[in-house]
């Protein structure tokens, strides 16, 4: 049975920092690219990050580079999302995802064949 669950979400000052994690669990991680999504109240999925297997293809949305920084641990079965500088437009929710093809990286549930129930994260004074 496929899992992904995430960790590590809150309320956060802006500026402030968060980092997530994500365990998987029932398919072989080590194979599989793996991605984070968030999607805001009111508003569509928005793509994040990218990851490739090997960790060492890192990819960011225009909104994030330079504040997160994807990584993954294939001994753990983990990826993770380290956040900084946050801003109250990062509040979402956040889901770890499975790309169906790997590498490519989208805004629409289709695109992935896998993803976690989501952790909070609001940015907020």
């Known amino acids: 049975q496929v899992q992904l669950v995430e960790s590590g979400g809150g309320l956060v000052q802006p500026g402030g920092s968060l980092r997530l994690s994500c365990a998987a669990s029932g398919f072989t991680f080590s194979r599989s690219a793996m991605s984070w999504v968030r999607q805001a109240p009111g508003k569509g999925l928005e793509w994040v990050s990218g990851?490739?297997?090997?960790?060492?293809?890192?990819y960011y949305a225009d909104s994030v580079k330079g504040r997160f920084a994807i990584s993954r641990d294939n001994a753990k079965n983990a990826v993770y999302l380290q956040m900084n500088s946050l801003k109250p437009e990062d509040t979402a929710v956040y889901y770890c995802?499975?790309?169906?093809?790997?590498?490519?990286?989208?805004?629409?549930?289709?695109?992935?064949?896998?993803w976690g129930q989501g952790t909070q994260v609001t940015v907020s004074s």
């Open positions: 995802a499975r790309p169906r093809v790997p590498g490519l990286y989208g805004a629409s549930w289709s695109q992935y064949d896998y």
């Open positions: 990851v490739s297997t090997s960790g060492l293809s890192r």
